[in-house]
């Protein structure tokens, strides 16, 4: 029987280092910091030492896995996707849902990786800021038309919407009463209050 480790496909160091930046945010989300370069190697199928070719250090390559995680992703193309020509109650539930499993899998990172809050120089740099612009004119496209309907802006309907959503994803903010999406539309459409 052939012991020998299989070798690895020839990759570019930018692919490599893509990859092992993706091995290595799944392995923090379940291990947090006790991951391992040995778990990272073994998970992405090479040799520990690839990993020290690809990144100088494990704190290195455990900084692209956090950045990695707080990049849009598939984001921006999930809310793309939703059905312009839907009720906007339907297209709200969307939006929260796509919101809803973004947050928790973040803030499960950041449980896992002992934060209380995104690193600074990703929350706060230039580009996450322009993120964020961007991200709250997608929402309002999801509104759309309908935005004639709201008792306020456009841009304040869709930061109560986000804080909502945020607030009611979080275990933590939410005291173990996690809000359903239904939950978090009907509160930022209809309210609380009894209508005469």
């Known amino acids: 029987m052939d012991t020998k480790r299989e070798r ?7 692919e490599r280092r893509s990859e092992l930046t993706d091995v290595t945010l799944k392995l923090l989300r379940v291990h947090g910091r006790a ?8 998970a992405a199928g090479i040799a520990e030492g690839t990993v020290f070719r690809a990144f100088a250090t494990k704190d290195e390559l455990i900084d692209a896995a956090i950045a990695r995680a707080f990049e849009p992703g598939d984001l921006v193309a999930r809310i793309e996707e939703i059905d312009r020509d839907q009720p906007l109650g339907a297209r709200l539930l969307k939006v929260v849902s796509i919101l809803q499993q973004r947050f928790r899998a973040t803030f499960g990172l950041m449980q896992k ?3 209380v809050g995104p690193p600074t120089h ?3 740099s230039d580009a996450a800021n322009d993120w964020r612009a961007y991200l709250g004119a997608l929402l309002a496209d999801v509104v ?4 004639d309907q709201l008792t ?3 841009e304040e309907f869709i930061h109560v919407l986000r804080l909502l959503t ?6 933590k903010i939410a005291d173990g009463r996690l809000m359903t999406p239904e939950q978090i539309v009907d509160t930022i459409l209809f ?3 009894r209508r005469n």
Do not use: N
């Not at 759309?144 to 935005?147: T, V």
């Open 8 to 14: 690895a496909r020839p990759m570019s160091p930018e």
């Open 35 to 42: 991951v391992t370069t040995k778990h990272i190697a073994e």
């Open 113 to 115: 990786m002992e934060l």
């Open 122 to 124: 990703l929350h706060d």
């Open 144 to 147: 759309g038309a309908d935005a």
């Open 152 to 154: 306020v802006p456009v």
């Open 166 to 171: 945020f607030a009611g994803s979080h275990d």
């Open 191 to 193: 309210g609380l209050q």
